[in-house]
């Protein structure tokens, strides 16, 4: 028998919950949670201008400002989508990525964060395997970091983007946001939410401008603590069932790279959450499909819905552009933080035209 | 050596029942007298100290820190360690063998407790369970014994095998050792490096189910109750979680010979401290849910805990200023433990302060079988703290006198404020 819990506990008083401090530079953007819904609604607003913007003119407004890209994880969209918006704002950039660099002979994350900011960086952005890695880089070099995606935690820009692109398709003619905006919206996001940084932003940005999230998947991969993370989250484990509900659907990878030992039988997996024609046919016919990439084809979409008539995926790598041109003229526009030296400008790849 | 009276002061000896205004007179590294203020008989010549408004108590014994000697002396030393003992009120410390040779020897255990190694306070090493802590060959325990180790631990390393901690637990038991487990099972907790729950999912980061500590004190428990007759001592060492302090509680309710031990983080901090990947905040056990510590509240309360332990695990900075889930697991402990105590058990939490005082130094003595320490009456050893009650201060990680600085207690008010630390009859620390 189990020893009896007492029904009645003396209310006391606990230390406080710690106070945070970051993040410290206000051109940061290291969780979708540092934006106020005002915030993501300017970035949003700036992502349409800056899109429409000319080229020649557009090209003067980071003009000669240096960015580094400090990739600890290979990535094909979200490193060439950030490099693009650089240079189409008119900045340097230089890609330090973890194999063919110093940080191979083991330098720390903070010493390379000096050693960019020594170099005349004035931002960084960064992609990282470990959770919580852009906190440690934003707190060590006091610069603008934009996380591009930290281990299992977050991926601000993608969030945004995601809404950018779901905002075309169900607001149409809306370019900003408001608490409401979407509500009686529901997105549901399927698959490997445990492992998704994808998933975690989306949870945490899409309720605050009115919409309900759905997760969907099995219990290996989405754990029920994922409901209690936030506002406006659920659970649905039933595919068709979150599927009938939804009018974003948005699918993501088995991150095999970060199951550490999970078995899962992926024939199974496939029978009960691959996004198929026929599924979306029946169950969401309207519906927008979203899905950050990469796709592997037959797992977890077929290529007929990824290359189908309800499919956004290609347009969201595009709303990336523009998304990222925001943030970053954001990320430089602030003017806190460390002074930075730009009296060399050796090495750093010039953004203009030639 | 010069005797040493501290007069003045109110003598809190909880062990012996005292909580009077009384002198005391050291000698010869011992307790020589006790009287009433001014009463003193043999004090002539002695150095005195004026404890006037102050507490005098027995020197506070820690069971469980890292002094990291031998073989990280980058860490730490057992002369840094033994320092941040003295600065914090503590006259004994039970060192924990998971160093480099891990002290699974009578050699190393001598070798901490050599002169040379330049020990401000008692130290009382814990040698290893097994050969290496490999949870696979026991090691000679009489040997150990006879060298000076007070119990025997795979720290960090837990004893998974059932076959190996039923012998452990026998072994041990045959000699007069205690058996100290790190409760956790690592087949739960691979890749983890926080409580697992909302937070943790929230943070993106592989989470320990607290089962895997309490699964593990509940197996230990039914080997001690399957061995009984041999009377074997089990110490659940920093208890985390509500489930593994039940579990304690049950087994001393059917008389098996179980303690337990709970860290000053594990009754103050939760899992919302890790914040945003607050290296200073990672340990294992990790923090856990309020539910969990408001746990280890009631249970020090109720008088389930035998002992407060700080788990003092000093890193160098650049070890913790790393990624969280690749920074290593501990934070120092031993110069913030009194004034965490004395600030939340007692003065928030209205836990007497004798109460407070026997949960640092009587009970924890009494549990490892240190003998003459954890009181102070006439002949034995001359371990006092002395400090003012009232005094609130702020801490400074930086002025530790440790080598390490990593805490989550940096800045935090303190009350308590120790003013001289005696270890055998000489004075160790003396606050500016």
């Known amino acids: ?354 | 050596m010069t005797a040493l009276a501290i007069c003045g002061g109110r003598l809190v000896d909880p062990a012996a029942g005292v909580d009077a205004a009384k002198d005391i007179l050291l000698e010869g590294g011992r307790v020589a007298e006790i009287a009433g203020p001014g009463k003193l008989k043999h004090a002539e010549g002695a150095d005195v100290l004026d404890a006037a408004g102050l507490v005098v108590a027995p020197g506070l014994i820690d069971i469980h820190v890292h002094l990291r000697e031998p073989g990280q002396a980058y860490k730490e030393t057992i002369a840094t360690g033994t320092a941040a003992a003295a600065a914090g009120g503590f006259t004994s410390v039970a060192a924990m063998p998971n160093t480099t040779p891990v002290n699974d020897s009578p050699e190393i255990t001598r070798w901490m407790q050599a002169p040379e190694r330049g020990a401000l306070v008692r130290v009382f090493p814990i040698a290893a369970a097994t050969r290496g802590s490999k949870g696979e060959t026991i090691n000679d325990y009489a040997a150990l014994k006879a060298a000076g180790a007070v119990a025997v631990t795979d720290d960090g390393r837990p004893i998974l095998k059932d076959g190996m901690m039923r012998e452990t637990l026998a072994a041990a038991a045959r000699v007069g050792l205690t058996v100290i487990q790190h409760a956790e099972d690592t087949r739960m907790t691979q890749g983890a490096s926080m409580n697992l729950g909302p937070v943790s999912f929230k943070l993106g980061l592989r989470g320990m189910p607290p089962e895997a500590e309490s699964s593990m004190v509940e197996r230990d428990i039914r080997l001690v109750a399957e061995l009984r007759e041999s009377h074997p001592h089990l110490h659940v060492a920093h208890t985390s979680t509500a489930a593994a302090i039940a579990a304690v509680r049950q087994a001393r309710r059917i008389g098996l010979r179980v303690t337990c031990e709970v860290a000053p983080h594990h009754f103050l901090l939760t899992e919302e401290h890790v914040g945003l990947y607050n290296t200073h905040a990672k340990m294992n056990p990790p923090l856990r849910s309020a539910a969990d510590r408001d746990a280890m509240i009631e249970a020090i309360v109720d008088g389930v805990v035998d002992a407060i332990a700080t788990d003092h695990a000093p890193h160098a900075m650049h070890e913790k200023e790393i990624e969280f889930e690749l920074a290593p697991n501990g934070i120092t402990g031993l110069e913030t433990a009194l004034g965490l105590c004395l600030r939340w058990l007692h003065s928030e939490w209205k836990i007497p302060l004798g109460r407070v005082l026997s949960l640092l130094s009587a009970q924890p003595a009494a549990l490892l079988g240190l003998k003459g320490r954890g009181t102070l009456t006439a002949g034995s050893f001359g371990d006092v703290v002395v400090f003012d009650p009232r005094a609130e201060w702020t801490y400074r990680a930086t002025e530790s006198k440790s080598k390490a600085k990593n805490t989550p207690f940096d800045g935090w008010t303190l009350l308590g404020k120790v003013r001289w630390t005696v270890s055998e009859g000489r004075v160790v620390y003396a606050s500016a």
């Not at chain 1, 700036?46 to 990739?71: C, G, V």
């Not at chain 1, 069932?241 to 992926?266: F, K, P, Y």
């Not at chain 1, 990320?331 to 090495?347: I, N």
Request: aromatic share 2%; proline share 5%; glycine share 8%.
């Open chain 1, 1 to 354: 028998m189990k020893p009896a819990i007492p029904t009645t506990r003396r209310q006391r008083s606990t230390p406080p919950a710690p106070v945070s401090s970051f993040p410290y530079h206000a051109g940061s953007l290291l969780s979708v949670l540092d934006l106020t819904v005002n915030g993501v609604s300017q970035l949003l607003i700036r992502a349409t201008e800056l899109d429409n913007e000319d080229p020649i003119l557009r090209d003067h407004i980071l003009a000669k400002r240096r960015i580094a890209l400090l990739f600890y994880e290979s990535s094909t969209r979200t490193r060439t989508s950030f490099e693009l918006a650089c240079k189409a704002l008119g900045a340097d950039t230089t890609l330090v990525s973890s194999l063919s660099s110093s940080i191979e002979k083991g330098e720390s994350l903070k010493d390379t964060g000096l050693t960019l900011r020594a170099l005349g960086a004035e931002a960084i952005i960064l992609r990282h395997n470990s959770s919580g890695a852009a906190w440690l880089l934003e707190e060590s070099t006091r610069l603008p970091v934009i996380n591009a995606g930290d281990g299992m935690h977050e991926h601000p820009t993608q969030a945004l983007l995601d809404l950018r692109t779901i905002l075309t398709h169900l607001r149409p003619g809306l370019v900003g946001v408001a608490p409401d905006t979407l509500a009686g919206v529901t997105v549901m996001i399927t698959g490997d939410i445990l492992h998704s940084r994808v998933a975690r932003s989306n949870m945490q940005l899409l309720p605050r401008v009115g919409a309900r999230v759905l997760l969907c998947g099995p219990k290996e991969l989405l754990p029920e603590q994922a409901a209690r993370s936030g506002p406006g989250i659920e659970i649905e484990r039933d595919f068709d069932a979150a599927l009938a509900q939804s009018q974003a659907v948005m699918m993501l990878r088995i991150q095999a790279e970060r199951l550490a030992g999970l078995q899962l039988d992926l024939d199974e997996y496939k029978a009960n959450y691959q996004l198929t024609g026929q599924r979306l046919a029946t169950h969401a016919p309207t519906a927008v499909v979203l899905h950050p990439g990469p796709i592997i084809r037959g797992m977890e979409i077929t290529a007929g819905v990824a290359d189908g008539v309800q499919s956004a995926i290609l347009e969201q790598v595009t709303n990336g552009l523009a998304i990222r041109m925001a943030v970053m003229e954001r990320a430089l526009a602030a003017e806190t933080g460390a002074p930075t030296d730009r009296s060399s400008s050796v090495g750093w790849e010039h953004g203009g035209r030639a």
